[in-house]
């Protein structure tokens, strides 16, 4: 049971990153489309950079809440083994 319970937490995780990196991937296009309406080649490089700073702190987060999730799975398995012996 617990090793069952272990390879469905890694495949949702694989799920789960392949949609962030997926959503971070779309969400730079946008910016970088939006960033080529700019006239100015100054503002296109400021506004790329700060895309870019978003998208490393959107990608931080989604860390900090992979990092959680799995110490919440752990603490699970802990509760698991525990009630079985």
């Known amino acids: 049971m617990a090793e ?4 469905a937490a890694k495949q949702r995780e694989k799920h ?5 990196l997926y959503a971070n991937g779309v969400l730079f296009q946008r910016w970088y489309k939006l960033a080529g309406k700019l006239q100015n080649a ?14 490393r702190t959107e990608i931080e987060i989604s860390e900090s809440i992979k990092v959680q999730m799995q110490k919440k799975l752990m603490n699970r398995l802990k509760v698991s083994k525990g009630s079985e012996t």
């Open 16 to 20: 789960c990153q392949i949609k962030t």
């Open 4 to 7: 069952e319970f272990r390879i």
């Open 42 to 55: 100054q503002e296109k490089n400021q506004f790329l950079r700060l895309a870019t700073k978003n998208l």
